[in-house]
């Protein structure tokens, strides 16, 4: 794991935690990922206070955000991460067992990127994590405030490392 | 004050300005063990009946002030007593005129004095069973209501906690078929066929899970989605079904015979789930048709009603299962002859119910079938 990744999860069950980490290995993103089991725990982080205190500044290019946590809803922590102006331009994907409609409404009115239902299938699964990964973490240009992307060039298809 | 004691006394009003005549009227009428009120006058009676329910009125006409037919006049004026049964008591010298004045003014009967006590007896004890009668159904459709009210609130819960479990079953069955499939890359080359064959049942029954458990969830989502509906013209519906399907049948030869639909008020996008569901069925059943012919068209002799109809020339079904095919994971055929989980036909009798209507089915086996759906006329715009 390195100092300065580029994705946080935020998830609070091992399984799923486990099935996203092998869904990001295909872009060989799992090293760039920070879990935080609850969402006191991602604003820790995002916040450099509590245990990441002595973390290197900057932020991740993405925030894969589970919805239902314990302690503090996904909701919450986007409404804490838009309201905060040093966080509030980091890509956000809702990545979520919930269907439901309200929390999509809910989740597009405070301002996430994306809306992702987590597919039951596994096939489907592995990619759309692996593609939503690669995208936000390789594809596109973080907004500004971001890790710096030290090792993309060197993980690019062409030259594996 | 209501009409009827709980002992099952009712209360009989008798308005007579003489107190003998009440007299004469109260012993005749004892022996009915009703309750039995006095007036004594038109403004008294309108008093009391302003308190009170009663199941007769019996009424003298001659009155000093306000006589019985200005009486009865606005006895009937109020709402709750206009339906009270009133009869009238007069003198014999009373005209026809007089009495044409009398059921003018609402009575049900008019008797001339003095009048047999036992005719007396048998004319209000008449009364006295409708006014009995009517509160027991009163009181019978309170209860009914009442039940209506729990079933609704029942229904409503059982449908959200299948939502809710449904919902909740897709965490764990994404579990398993995230490990399954990562068990089955693992073992990659390791597998022997006896293993493969238990990997590949394995995960044939957790999608199968997964089938199951989405077709609750849209099931479960047409019984609380709101219903919009509009002016709809069935035809444009049916002919964009059949396109969407057209590539799914493939190279099979089907021929599609199309009647002039009718247009009705319903909500298009769940009218277009039924269809699909109706219309997706018979290409399914005719899979093992050379050549499949479905046709659909509009049902015209219904009288009160307005639909359509799905015919297929396919495997059909068994009709004494007919009450079957309709329930909620229902299958009258094999997983190996067609493919499905049952949960179509419950979803077109639900959307059905929800415009008021209804679906039946007509079938044999290996000749076909035919299902109809109809709709009440009031949605027709």
Redesign the interface.
Request: aromatic share 6%; net charge negative; proline share 6%.
């Given at each position: 794991m390195n100092d300065l990744p580029r994705i946080l999860l935020v998830e609070d069950?091992p399984?799923?935690v486990a099935?996203t980490l092998?869904a990001l290995e295909r872009f060989n993103l799992a090293n760039e990922v920070t879990v935080a089991r609850d969402g006191v725990e991602a604003l820790d982080f995002l916040f450099c206070r509590g245990n990441y205190s002595r973390r290197p500044p900057g932020n991740p290019a993405v925030v894969l955000l589970d919805l239902k946590l314990p302690k503090m809803d996904g909701l919450e922590v986007l409404r804490i991460l838009r309201g905060t102006e040093a966080l509030r331009m980091i890509p956000v994907v809702i990545l979520t067992?919930?269907?439901?409609d309200r929390d999509r409404i809910e989740g597009y009115r405070l301002g996430t990127n994306a809306y992702v239902v987590?597919?039951?299938?596994?096939?489907t699964?592995?990619e759309s994590v692996a593609c939503l990964g690669g995208f936000w973490a390789i594809v596109n240009a973080p907004p500004p405030g971001s890790f710096p992307n030290f090792g993309a060039l060197a993980r690019r298809p062409s030259n594996p490392q | 004050m209501d009409e009827k004691r709980p002992d099952g006394q009712v209360n009989i009003l008798l308005v007579d300005d003489q107190p003998e005549g009440l007299l004469v009227l109260e012993s005749a009428l004892a022996p009915l063990g009703q309750r039995l009120s006095r007036a004594h006058s038109g403004a008294d009676a309108l008093r009391q009946v302003l308190a009170a329910d009663f199941a007769a009125i019996l009424l003298d006409v001659q009155m000093p002030g306000m006589d019985g037919y200005e009486t009865a006049e606005a006895i009937r004026s109020r709402e709750r007593s206009r339906n009270t049964p009133i009869l009238f008591l007069t003198a014999h010298h009373t005209s026809e005129v007089q009495i044409f004045h009398g059921y003018a003014s609402g009575a049900v009967d008019f008797l001339i004095k003095p009048c047999s006590a036992e005719i007396l007896r048998s004319k209000v004890k008449v009364f006295v069973e409708l006014a009995r009668q009517s509160e027991a159904l009163k009181e019978l459709n309170q209860e009914l209501e009442l039940l209506n009210a729990r079933l609704g609130a029942t229904n409503r819960e059982l449908e959200a906690f299948s939502y809710s479990v449904s919902?909740d079953l897709?965490?764990p069955?994404?579990?398993v078929?995230?490990?399954?499939?990562?068990l089955e890359e693992h073992l990659e080359g390791l597998m022997d066929e006896e293993g493969r064959s238990y990997m590949s049942r394995a995960?044939g029954a957790s999608?199968r899970m997964?089938q199951l458990?989405d077709d609750i969830?849209g099931f479960s989502r047409l019984a609380r989605q709101d219903l919009m509906k509009t002016r709809l013209d069935l035809n444009p519906l049916a002919r964009a079904v059949i396109e969407e399907m057209e590539p799914e049948a493939g190279d099979r030869k089907i021929e599609w015979r199309i009647g002039d639909l009718p247009t009705i008020q319903g909500d298009p996008s769940l009218l277009r789930a039924a269809f699909a569901n109706l219309l997706g069925n018979a290409v399914k059943f005719t899979g093992h048709k050379p050549e499949a012919v479905i046709e659909m068209g509009p049902l015209d002799d219904l009288g009160a009603e307005v639909g359509v109809f799905v015919r297929d020339n396919g495997a059909g079904f068994d009709p004494a299962y007919a009450h079957k095919l309709f329930g909620v994971f229902q299958r009258l055929h094999l997983d190996d002859e067609f493919e499905g989980t049952g949960i179509g036909l419950a979803n077109v009798q639900r959307i059905a119910q929800r415009h008021g209507g209804r679906v039946w089915a007509e079938g044999n086996p290996g000749e076909g079938a035919t299902f109809y759906l109809a709709f009440p006329k009031e949605t027709q715009p």
């Amino acid at each position: 794991m390195n100092d300065l990744p580029r994705i946080l999860l935020v998830e609070d069950d091992p399984k799923d935690v486990a099935l996203t980490l092998k869904a990001l290995e295909r872009f060989n993103l799992a090293n760039e990922v920070t879990v935080a089991r609850d969402g006191v725990e991602a604003l820790d982080f995002l916040f450099c206070r509590g245990n990441y205190s002595r973390r290197p500044p900057g932020n991740p290019a993405v925030v894969l955000l589970d919805l239902k946590l314990p302690k503090m809803d996904g909701l919450e922590v986007l409404r804490i991460l838009r309201g905060t102006e040093a966080l509030r331009m980091i890509p956000v994907v809702i990545l979520t067992s919930s269907g439901e409609d309200r929390d999509r409404i809910e989740g597009y009115r405070l301002g996430t990127n994306a809306y992702v239902v987590k597919p039951v299938h596994f096939a489907t699964f592995m990619e759309s994590v692996a593609c939503l990964g690669g995208f936000w973490a390789i594809v596109n240009a973080p907004p500004p405030g971001s890790f710096p992307n030290f090792g993309a060039l060197a993980r690019r298809p062409s030259n594996p490392q | 004050m209501d009409e009827k004691r709980p002992d099952g006394q009712v209360n009989i009003l008798l308005v007579d300005d003489q107190p003998e005549g009440l007299l004469v009227l109260e012993s005749a009428l004892a022996p009915l063990g009703q309750r039995l009120s006095r007036a004594h006058s038109g403004a008294d009676a309108l008093r009391q009946v302003l308190a009170a329910d009663f199941a007769a009125i019996l009424l003298d006409v001659q009155m000093p002030g306000m006589d019985g037919y200005e009486t009865a006049e606005a006895i009937r004026s109020r709402e709750r007593s206009r339906n009270t049964p009133i009869l009238f008591l007069t003198a014999h010298h009373t005209s026809e005129v007089q009495i044409f004045h009398g059921y003018a003014s609402g009575a049900v009967d008019f008797l001339i004095k003095p009048c047999s006590a036992e005719i007396l007896r048998s004319k209000v004890k008449v009364f006295v069973e409708l006014a009995r009668q009517s509160e027991a159904l009163k009181e019978l459709n309170q209860e009914l209501e009442l039940l209506n009210a729990r079933l609704g609130a029942t229904n409503r819960e059982l449908e959200a906690f299948s939502y809710s479990v449904s919902h909740d079953l897709r965490a764990p069955l994404r579990h398993v078929n995230g490990f399954l499939g990562l068990l089955e890359e693992h073992l990659e080359g390791l597998m022997d066929e006896e293993g493969r064959s238990y990997m590949s049942r394995a995960q044939g029954a957790s999608q199968r899970m997964g089938q199951l458990i989405d077709d609750i969830l849209g099931f479960s989502r047409l019984a609380r989605q709101d219903l919009m509906k509009t002016r709809l013209d069935l035809n444009p519906l049916a002919r964009a079904v059949i396109e969407e399907m057209e590539p799914e049948a493939g190279d099979r030869k089907i021929e599609w015979r199309i009647g002039d639909l009718p247009t009705i008020q319903g909500d298009p996008s769940l009218l277009r789930a039924a269809f699909a569901n109706l219309l997706g069925n018979a290409v399914k059943f005719t899979g093992h048709k050379p050549e499949a012919v479905i046709e659909m068209g509009p049902l015209d002799d219904l009288g009160a009603e307005v639909g359509v109809f799905v015919r297929d020339n396919g495997a059909g079904f068994d009709p004494a299962y007919a009450h079957k095919l309709f329930g909620v994971f229902q299958r009258l055929h094999l997983d190996d002859e067609f493919e499905g989980t049952g949960i179509g036909l419950a979803n077109v009798q639900r959307i059905a119910q929800r415009h008021g209507g209804r679906v039946w089915a007509e079938g044999n086996p290996g000749e076909g079938a035919t299902f109809y759906l109809a709709f009440p006329k009031e949605t027709q715009p």
